[in-house]
Structures are given as C-alpha cells and as structure tokens.
C-alpha cells in the first residue's frame, strides 16, 4: 500500500491533518468518557479507536515495528471496549425483560457478576487508553510525518 505511494512532503502532511483529526477526536472522548463512563460514551469512544486502527493499519509501513505495535494495541483497547458495551446491553436487556431472568434471586447474581466483568474490563482499558492517547495530537501527527520522512530518505 504505502510502498506504492508517490506522495511529496506536502501530501503526506495533507494525509497526517486526518491523522490527527481522528487521534484528537478518540482522545477528547477518552476524556469524556472518563468523566462520564456511561456505556453510550465509551462506545462512542470505540468507534474513534477503530477509526485511528483501520488507519494505523494502513500505514503498517512507515515503521513496520512500531505500527504493528500501535495497531495491535488499538485492537486490543477496541475489543476491551466492545466487550465491555456487550455487557452492558446484556445487563440492560435483563433489566428491559423480565422473562429472561424471573427469578429475582439469579438475576441480581448475574447483574453483579455483569458488573464485576465491566470493572476488571474497564481496569484494564483506561490505563491502555491512556498510553495510546497520551500524545497531543499535533505531536502524533508529527511523529508520523516522521515516519514518513525517514521512510522516503530510505528509498531514495
């Protein structure tokens, strides 16, 4: 994909103002949703993380070792998200239908073992959230124009 390109400085820092509309956008949710955990926010959050991986993913190749260790920590905080979201709906649905748990009993059982999953889930993407998203997003964006520079300097 990247190896094809046959982009000037310029274009790639047309490309890298994306990048960081994206990276800005996913960190400014992060920070909502840590003030506002509400499972709403923190979807709302993982669509901006999917966003940034899809994207990362594309540009594997400006510094192969590096990317593949920021994309693969995306997916996981995306899929730390996703699960947490499906659990959250699961516990709703118990709450919004009866007849799936009747028994008042089991009920409450399963809600907290649903809140007991959602806290370690949570303990373990706020911390992963933050590391990918400790960057200004000017910063990041400039760390892969970088990228891109270096890439380019090896080729010509």
């Known amino acids: 994909a990247l190896r094809h390109w046959k982009l000037a400085h310029a274009d790639f820092e047309a490309f890298s103002e994306g990048l960081r509309g994206v990276y800005k956008n996913g960190r400014k949710l992060m920070n909502v949703a840590w003030k506002d955990s509400s499972p709403e926010q923190l979807h709302e959050w993982r669509k901006k993380v999917k966003q940034l991986y899809y994207q990362c993913g594309f540009l594997n190749e400006l510094w192969p070792e590096m990317m593949q260790v920021y994309e693969n920590s995306l997916g996981e905080l995306q899929d730390l998200l996703g699960k947490d979201h499906d659990l959250a709906l699961l516990s709703h649905s118990f709450d919004m239908d009866p007849e799936l748990c009747p028994d008042p009993k089991r009920k409450?059982?399963?809600?907290?073992?649903?809140?007991?999953?959602?806290?370690?889930?949570?303990?373990?993407?706020?911390?992963?959230?933050?590391q990918l998203y400790h960057e200004q997003p000017a910063l990041f964006a400039q760390r892969l124009t970088a990228y891109y520079e270096a890439r380019r300097m090896e080729r010509e």
């Not at 409450?108 to 933050?130: D, T």
């Open 108 to 130: 409450h059982i399963l809600q907290h073992l649903i809140m007991q999953e959602r806290r370690a889930l949570q303990q373990r993407f706020w911390p992963l959230g933050y």
